[in-house]
């Protein structure tokens, strides 16, 4: 009983998670911005449902099936995002390094001349 009610709490946190990061991805303007929001929705929410399956069942071969694939999406969500953010960068300036006309150049304070 107790278990059933605290895997219910950590679903519902894992919900609000999900629907304040989608309330967020939609009042964001552009991409970058709304990139940030889908991290919780990516990386928490599953956490939270790991945890809920974690409390619900105890340590079965489900649980551990699902303690892999958070760990899978908490190595992989930050190469996806470094990914999308690169896509969108080609995608708007047609290339993702920097152009040499948008490095500041000059002379750093270590490089002056010695009088």
Do not use: C
Request: no cysteine; glycine share 6%; aromatic share 6%.
């Amino acid at each position: 009983m107790i278990r059933d009610i605290f895997a219910d709490v950590l679903l519902g946190l894992a919900v609000l998670v999900v629907l304040s990061a989608s309330v967020g991805v939609l009042v964001m303007r552009d991409a970058y911005q709304k990139l940030h929001f889908v991290t919780p929705a990516a990386l928490v929410a599953p956490a939270l449902v790991t945890l809920a399956i974690f409390v619900q069942m105890g340590l079965y071969e489900n649980t551990g099936e699902t303690i892999l694939a958070l760990l899978f999406m908490v190595i992989a969500g930050p190469y996806l995002s470094h990914a999308t953010i690169r896509a969108i960068r080609v995608r708007e300036k047609g290339d993702w390094r920097l152009r040499q006309s948008t490095v500041k150049t000059g002379n750093a304070p270590a490089e002056e001349k010695e009088q």
